[in-house]
């Protein structure tokens, strides 16, 4: 041994960083996390999902839930609990998943190794939801997964039941002490313990009021994740990097440049075998106040301090709050209504609504919608938002459209290129997901015409990434307890604070006749009309 | 367009046609462009007129790219230079960017270099390529690859032949593919024009001499390493034995990590990576990744220092380091095995000291498969099997062209792997007994 100089020890050690409950997303408490492409791993958990033996558990779920297994997004330990009241065994649940993954995930069929391991994983638990027995034995059940997983009580429960369920079975869940996180828990444990919700969250302002009550008798509004999962979708969140990440789009984004939005959420398909359940809803209910009111706010919100969940809601929420609810005089003025009768959609002959299993005959549902907002906030008083929603369209398309206001002189007037026409940003959410920027460009040659050019950019086709499904995305950060693309309570009542005079005077036959059109058109004339009063008219996406 | 092609054309054709088939993931989307003896300007001008050509020429290639849609507009995302000695190489690594769809690049140049050689300075081929994208038929991928010929003098300026053919504003990447001339002007010339260099630090002659280099080139632009991706999955199955927390407590208490990695066994036969479509088929320095995971851990983990250094049989050797509350024994050691390519590692074994007993992470790696084991004071011990194929060279480089433009992380076990390489050389100079390293190298971190 050669000879030791004596070497000067390093600083006291700092203490290893501790998590707080629910915070996952921001803190990295393994330091060997730092930098590598998974920097979010949640915590070893069970996710126990009620009416397991569903379509959604079979078509979304399971196969999300796999996805993330094979991306190593999830622990070794996870562990999934099936409940619902068919008659089934570990072994036929995991058949179900497992046909669920090899008919709908984005990678099938289930590679015979990943789905060992993750299947090992799987069990399930019949019971009746209105039986406290059941969830009793449910949580022995969890009991035993803990100590033999080491799962450490984290728990992710999933109402993927149809809504009339829900009170019964958070009511169930609190009363057998399965909803009591963290401290909170009698049996000493620490874990935490999350719900996740499926929408729709009520069906007017009193219904979804008195449902966030009775969830909220048994879970804190932090442990609540109410689930929409266009906010999953990448180009969702991409709207806030577009904005936000970009010098360019910010200052422009008020009503000094932007002369009306355009949001357009639209359907080829009809019920697809939902028609008792549509029938009851409409496409106010169904897509206008979640996905198209989400949209709307991720669009419009000002910059939050922070990106994370609260100052994120808090914006979005602000937006939503800036939206007066309509008079019941202004509705037939600001809304349209409108049912497809038959038509020919991409090439196939579609029925007319009112034939529709389980639809009735008579039936006053609205399947196409178009409204007019507005938004009295500095940024954007003066901006008509239109919001339009239909089944039977001529395509599938989710946009945002913004079309900016015209050049301020026309100086090519002269010269026979009379008005150009104005600049449109449209923000396609899907299918092909991309932005598309429209300007006016000179048509080459002697003379001077110009013509409009469509600047296209494609996610597909610059990052050749397979994007997450939304429920890979919104699944994991429920596990890791980010609730940045939830809606929160608040949200919620306030969508439905500006829907429910719509709601009112279609009732009370005060808001504009229900207008028929054919399948496969862009809905029917008099949302033309709508906006042909402002000058304006809809786009063709 | 000349009417004869040159071979290497046509054995690029080949390629095409055989993965092409109508419909396929591969497709060759405007008629190839070959000319020698020509010069930069008309290359510029081919490649201006590149995807206009495709809707208005009339040969097969066009006419069936017509039928399946070319895409109108194209969104750019950056430029690859690829640089190699040869046109045997140049063939590989267009080979290796088609057969696996490669993901990033708008433009990829690929440069054969060879300034001994004579007759015409410059001999230009161009091809475009769409890939249909497996999850939304409707949407393609296209790049456009250049492979240039430059002989004599013109082969030592070669930043002006690359630099007026770049996509503009867009940034440049440049993969070095075997043991990058870092002393050469050329060299030079080419880090100048890019924003991210990409080696694979396991094919590095030197693999001190080359790790140090990359320490100050990566205060001039991104550092892309082959040898540290290949690690990724190591590293994620490293990091997940400490995210429990009835784990993580006993990172600050390691004090043993025994990392291994194949080396050949002389007889039987040998892995050369070409076995995965690799450019640089032989491993020059199989002890890189394991020298970079040791140094990602010791970063990661504050292992600031560390005391003596013995040498081990066939060049391994053992290091003592000063861990949170332990002193910790890193050992580092080949392993014989024809069974992976040289430089895979083969296993990782960490060791704590827990409350009542030790606490052991194991993952023990057999060919396409590996045992990853935990056994702690008592508690549950789990054993799984897991898949870990080696990637694709395509997929690390991917992989590396899509990574952050700086990595602190990847520069401070660079770091880390630099000062144990020269401690293991000081200690290989002075023989079997264990030695205090200088003290200059024994500041970690950074």
């Known amino acids: 041994m050669a000879h030791a100089t004596p070497i000067t020890l390093p600083p006291v050690l700092p203490e290893p960083a501790t998590v707080a409950p629910g915070d996952g997303a921001r803190h990295l408490a393994n330091p060997l996390r730092e930098g590598l492409r998974l920097e979010r791993i949640p915590e070893p958990c069970t996710m126990i999902i009620c009416g397991a033996t569903g379509d959604l558990t079979q078509r979304k779920l399971g196969p999300a839930l796999y996805n993330l297994m094979l991306g190593g997004f999830l622990p070794p330990e996870f562990t999934v609990v099936g409940f619902a009241r068919r008659d089934l065994s570990d072994d036929d649940f995991r058949d179900h998943l497992r046909n669920g993954i090899d008919a709908y995930s984005r990678n099938r069929p289930a590679k015979r190794s990943i789905w060992e391991s993750f299947s090992g994983g799987i069990h399930y638990h019949r019971g009746e939801f209105h039986d406290p027995a059941s969830y009793e034995a449910m949580a022995k059940l969890l009991d035993r997964i803990d100590r033999d997983r080491g799962t450490a009580g984290n728990r992710l429960f999933y109402l993927a039941v149809p809504p009339v369920l829900y009170p019964e079975i958070v009511k169930q869940l609190g009363a057998a002490g399965l909803s009591a996180d963290g401290e909170r828990r009698v049996d000493g444990k620490r874990g935490w313990v999350r719900v996740i919700v499926e929408k729709p969250f009520g069906y007017d302002l009193a219904s979804a009021r008195k449902l966030n009550r009775e969830i909220r008798e048994s879970f804190g509004e932090d442990q609540i994740y109410r689930i929409d999962h266009y906010l999953g979708k990448e180009t969702v969140q991409n709207l806030a990097v577009f904005r936000f990440g970009n010098g360019l789009f910010e200052p422009i984004w008020n009503r000094r440049y932007i002369d009306s939005v355009q949001i357009t959420v639209a359907e080829t398909v009809g019920v697809e075998g939902r028609g008792e359940f549509y029938d009851q809803t409409g496409a106010l209910r169904d897509i206008v106040q979640n996905h198209a009111l989400q949209l709307m706010s991720m669009f419009a919100m000002e910059p939050p301090v922070e990106f994370a969940a609260s100052d994120l809601r808090d914006e979005k929420l602000k937006v939503l709050r800036a939206v007066h609810p309509m008079a019941l005089a202004d509705v037939a003025r600001n809304t349209i209504r409108g049912q497809y009768v038959s038509g020919w959609v991409e090439g196939q002959k579609m029925r007319s609504y009112r034939d529709e299993p389980e639809v009735d005959p008579e039936s006053l549902t609205e399947t196409y919608v178009a409204i007019k907002l507005a938004i009295d906030s500095w940024r954007w008083a003066g901006v008509p938002f239109y919001l339009r929603t239909g089944k039977g369209m001529p395509t599938r398309v989710t946009e945002i459209a913004v079309q900016f206001r015209r050049a301020p002189l026309a100086l090519f007037a002269r010269t026979g290129a009379s008005q150009i026409d104005p600049n449109i940003l449209a923000i396609r959410i899907q299918p092909d997901e991309g932005i598309l920027l429209r300007f006016g460009a000179k048509v080459p040659g002697q003379g001077l015409q110009i013509r409009s050019v469509n600047m296209d950019f494609r996610y597909g086709s610059s990052f050749a990434v397979d994007s997450p499904d939304a429920y890979e995305t919104l699944l994991l950060d429920a596990m890791i307890g980010d609730p940045s693309l939830f809606t929160r309570d608040d949200e919620v009542e306030r969508a439905w604070e500006i829907l429910d005079p719509i709601l009112r005077a279609w009732h009370e036959d005060q808001g504009g006749p229900l207008h028929f059109y054919a399948a496969g058109s862009w809905g029917p004339p008099a949302a033309d009309d709508m906006l042909e009063r402002d000058r304006r008219a809809w786009r063709r996406p | ?446």
């Open chain 2, 1 to 446: 367009m000349p009417q004869t092609r040159s071979t290497a054309a046509q054995r690029e054709l080949a390629v095409h046609r055989h993965l092409m088939r109508f419909g396929d993931s591969e497709t060759l989307a405007t008629p190839m462009w070959e000319q020698r003896g020509t010069t930069v300007a008309v290359i510029e001008t081919q490649l201006g007129r590149l995807w206009g050509a495709a809707e208005s020429a009339t040969t097969d290639d066009a006419s069936r790219l017509r039928e399946t849609g070319l895409p109108s507009a194209r969104t750019s995302v950056l430029n690859l230079i690829v640089t190699v000695v040869d046109s045997a190489t140049a063939d590989r690594v267009v080979h290796a960017m088609m057969s696996l769809g490669i993901h990033h690049p708008s433009r990829a140049i690929v440069l054969v270099a060879d300034h001994l050689a004579t007759g015409d300075a410059l001999d230009a081929r161009i091809s475009t390529h769409c890939h249909v994208v497996p999850t939304s038929p409707d949407e393609r991928i296209c790049y456009e690859e250049v492979v240039l010929t430059v002989r004599g003098e013109a082969a030592e300026h070669l930043s002006g032949v690359v630099a007026p053919i770049l996509i503009h504003d867009l940034p440049t990447s440049v993969w070095w593919p075997g043991d990058p001339p870092f002393r050469s002007p050329v060299f030079d010339q080419l880090i100048d024009v890019s924003d991210r260099l990409i080696v694979d630090s396991s094919d590095f002659g030197d693999l001190l001499a080359g790790m140090r280099r990359l320490t100050t080139l990566r205060e001039l632009l991104g550092i892309g390493d082959l040898a540290w991706q290949r690690l990724s999955g190591w590293q994620e199955r490293i990091a997940q034995f400490f995210d429990a927390p009835r784990f993580r407590r006993y990172l600050p208490n390691l004090n043993r990590m025994v990392i291994r990695y194949a080396a050949p066994t002389g007889h039987g036969r040998k892995r050369r990576r070409s076995d995965t479509d690799a450019v640089a088929p032989d491993v020059a320095a199989p002890m890189a990744e394991a020298i970079l995971l040791a140094g990602w851990i010791a970063s990661r983990l504050d292992w600031r220092r560390h005391r003596t250094v013995t040498p081990l049989a066939d060049g391994g050797f053992r290091l003592e380091l000063e861990g949170h509350y332990e002193m910790v024994d890193l050992r580092i050691e080949p392993e014989h095995t024809d069974e992976l390519v040289p430089g895979e590692l083969t296993s990782v074994r960490l060791r704590a000291r827990g409350e009542t007993g030790a606490a052991e992470f194991i993952i023990d790696r057999n060919r396409d498969e590996a045992t990853v084991a935990t056994n702690s004071d008592g508690m549950t011990a789990l054993l799984r099997q897991i898949t870990m194929e080696t990637p694709r060279e395509a997929e690390l480089l991917s992989a590396q062209l899509g990574g952050r433009h700086r990595d602190p992380v990847y520069d401070a076990a660079l770091h880390a792997a630099v000062v144990f390489l020269a401690a293991a050389r000081s200690a290989e100079a002075a023989g079997p007994e264990p030695i205090v390293a200088p003290a200059a190298v024994q500041e970690l971190g950074g």
